[in-house]
């Protein structure tokens, strides 16, 4: 894909999520699509999965742990299939009522039209520390 379109595939993904379409950020992923998330300490939604089924766990958990209360994307950088998306989002945990907030980056594989694999980099400490009990 180009670099364009490749940037197209992924700012729809963030739109679909910015509106709460979980239907819709699922039609933008590829069937295998490989969800490397890290695992984090006290975290219950972190951890890589694999396939449609598994994000949409992983986004049943996120969303009965926490509460995200600003979520940005800055920038959008494209290489041909690759994306790096530049931003911060700040949430609060449901479990604790700690808010936590960080800068991110995240890597995007897209191919043929769908995210075939998403790896986020971020500050992890901040999150764990908002989940402990």
């Not at 490989?34 to 695992?39: N, R």
């Not at 975290?43 to 969303?63: I, M, N, W």
């Not at 790096?84 to 594989?109: M, N, P, Q």
């Amino acid at each position: 894909m180009s670099e364009s379109a490749s940037i197209e595939v992924v700012r729809k993904l963030y739109a679909a999520f910015s509106a709460g379409d979980l239907a819709g950020v699922l039609d933008g992923l590829a069937p295998d699509v490989d969800w490397a998330y890290p695992k984090v300490r006290d975290v219950p939604f972190s951890g890589s999965v694999r396939g449609r089924q598994e994000v949409a766990r992983f986004f049943e958990s996120l969303a009965a742990s926490e509460e995200i209360l600003i979520f940005q994307v800055h920038e959008l950088v494209g290489h041909g299939d690759r994306v790096l998306a530049l931003g911060s989002w700040r949430s609060r945990v449901k479990a604790t009522g700690r808010t936590y907030e960080t800068a991110f980056v995240h890597a995007l594989t897209v191919r043929a039209g769908k995210l075939q694999r998403y790896e986020p980099f971020y500050d992890t400490a901040v999150q764990s520390e908002a989940f402990r009990a």
